[in-house]
């Protein structure tokens, strides 16, 4: 079965730095890659999405890559905040359209300290 | 434009008992997925609804059904509670042509 690795320990860095998570899985690649945020308590809230044929995808201080012959995506934070504190979720989409399931890897946290 | 919403926030049920929660969908959306997620862990896929079928289902027992209702909205049903059942229970809402999911704050079920 397909498996989704995300570091499990927490990720520290300082204000302004630039925050780098890693998701790595198994098996075939997914036609898409999403990348979600969660805060305590809350549900997770999408971010980004890489489709298999995309090597990089930027959202303001956000960046992702998908390289599916290492089988990883790389999520990058720059100039990161204090707010950026939270659970980064990386989930694959398997299937087509919505009719996709997504599996979740069991993500990482990030602290950034002022 | 109201996001996903669910009910009960919270929930607090003795073993062998059967809970219901509660989603209804973003405005527009008619996909409608339920997910489980232990504390520490990410969300596991429990199934998905579109037209009022359950078109996928993830490795849960037959204990975990649902409903997809005519205006979208959704339910989820577990029998037969088990300690292990203690969870964040999410629901998430999709359209047909979007592939991201927009996740509800989810219910915390508590099994005692």
């Known amino acids: 079965s397909q498996k989704i690795e995300q570091n499990s320990e927490a990720l520290n860095i300082q204000e302004g730095k630039t925050a780098t998570l890693t998701c790595n899985y198994t098996n075939y690649s997914p036609a898409y890659l999403q990348w979600y945020r969660q805060d305590p308590g809350r549900g997770p809230v999408f971010l980004l999405l890489i489709r298999e044929n995309e090597k990089e995808k930027r959202k303001e201080r956000l960046k992702v890559t998908f390289d599916t012959t290492l089988k990883q995506s790389l999520f990058h934070i720059t100039a990161s905040q204090p707010a950026d504190s939270a659970t980064y979720l990386c989930?694959?989409?398997?299937?087509?359209?919505?009719?996709?399931?997504?599996?979740f890897g069991q993500g990482t946290t990030l602290q950034v300290k002022p | 434009d109201a996001g996903v919403t669910q009910s009960p926030t919270h929930l607090i049920k003795t073993r062998g008992q059967q809970v219901t929660l509660r989603c209804s969908p973003k405005?527009?959306?008619?996909?409608v997925s339920w997910y489980q997620q232990a504390l520490g862990q990410g969300p596991q896929f429990i199934f998905q609804y579109y037209e009022e079928e359950e078109r996928q289902r993830g490795n849960f027992p037959d204990r975990f059904s649902g409903h997809q209702f005519p205006n979208y909205s959704s339910e989820l049903n577990v029998n037969a509670l088990l300690l292990g059942d203690s969870a964040l229970y999410l629901c998430?809402?999709?359209?047909?042509?979007?592939?991201?999911?927009?996740f509800g704050p989810g219910t915390r079920l508590t099994v005692t």
């Open positions: 998430a809402s999709s359209s047909e042509f979007r592939y991201e999911q927009y």
């Open positions: 989930a694959l989409l398997y299937g087509s359209g919505n009719t996709g399931k997504l599996i």
């Open positions: 405005s527009g959306h008619d996909t």
